[in-house]
Nanobody, 124 residues
Framework: QVQVVESGGTLVQAGGSLRLSCAAS????????MGWFRQAPGKEREFVAV????????HYADSVKGRFTISIDLAKNTVYLQMNKLKPEDTATYYC?????????????????WGQGTQVTVSS
């Protein structure tokens, strides 16, 4: 079993930056993939970014490519999402999710462990 806890969400102005954190605890001695997803009010959950446990492979949604960067600190079992040039349309609850294995997926249904979410609001 593993637990994931997100933090770092807040209110920020458009054009600003924010870094989200996702700390994993429990069974983190296996290979795993961690992804960030987001859900805005009235919209479906969407994929944002994903990273493999060793940081070798990263993938991004087209909507955030070039603005967001996902990274991992293995010593802390923590994944970060650095968000730059934020736009009002980035406003959403951001969720971190983990799945065991080294294959990454953009579908949230492939992930077994989810955090409670952290709210990001970008004002125009």
């Amino acid at each position: 079993q593993v637990q994931v806890v997100e933090s770092g969400g807040t209110l920020v102005q458009a054009g600003g930056s924010l870094r989200l954190s996702c700390a994993a605890s429990g069974r983190t001695d296996s290979t795993y993939t961690m992804g960030w997803f987001r859900q805005a009010p009235g919209k479906e959950r969407e994929f944002v970014a994903v990273i493999t446990w060793n940081g070798v492979s990263t993938h991004y949604a087209d909507s955030v490519k070039g603005r967001f960067t996902i990274s991992i600190d293995l010593a802390k079992n923590t994944v970060y999402l650095q968000m730059n040039k934020l736009k009002p349309e980035d406003t959403a609850t951001y969720y971190c999710a983990l799945r065991y294995g080294s294959t990454w997926y953009s579908s949230g249904s492939e992930y077994d462990y989810w955090g409670q979410g952290t709210q990001v609001t970008v004002s125009s």
